[in-house]
């Protein structure tokens, strides 16, 4: 049974940092990893995602210089490093796994967290 564990969430001020981090099991890790967000009231949107390999990543316009996206497959664990956050990057935040080909813009990842709550007060 493949599982997607995010932690790290929390409040912080406007300008703090968070790493959030997502430990996979069940399921071999060498596979897309992608960050999603959802506000209340909105529609849930594409953060970050990176390869395999951890070589190419790509990222929302709104955290580009941000967020950092990275992985330990050793671990099987991925990671979303933010900085400079902002009262609109409050969200509940989950990780996503697929194991297709590279698609960067993917949506239909096949396996999902529970998501955790990222509050930035102002």
């Known amino acids: 049974q493949v599982q997607l564990v995010e932690s790290g969430g929390g409040l912080v001020q406007a300008g703090g940092s968070l790493r959030l981090s997502c430990a996979a099991s069940?399921?071999?890790?060498?596979?897309?990893m992608g960050w999603f967000r959802q506000a209340p009231g909105k529609e849930r949107e594409f953060v970050a995602t990176i390869s395999r390999n951890g070589r190419t990543t790509d990222y929302v316009e709104s955290v580009k210089g941000r967020f950092t996206v990275s992985r330990e497959n050793a671990k099987n664990t991925v990671y979303l490093q933010m900085n400079s956050l902002k009262p609109e990057d409050t969200a509940v935040y989950y990780c996503?796994?697929?194991?297709?080909?590279?698609?960067?813009?993917?949506?239909?990842?096949?396996?999902w967290g529970q998501g955790t709550q990222v509050t930035v007060s102002s």
């Open positions: 996503a796994a697929d194991p297709g080909l590279w698609l960067p813009r993917r949506k239909d990842y096949r396996y």
């Open positions: 069940g399921l071999m890790f060498s596979v897309q």
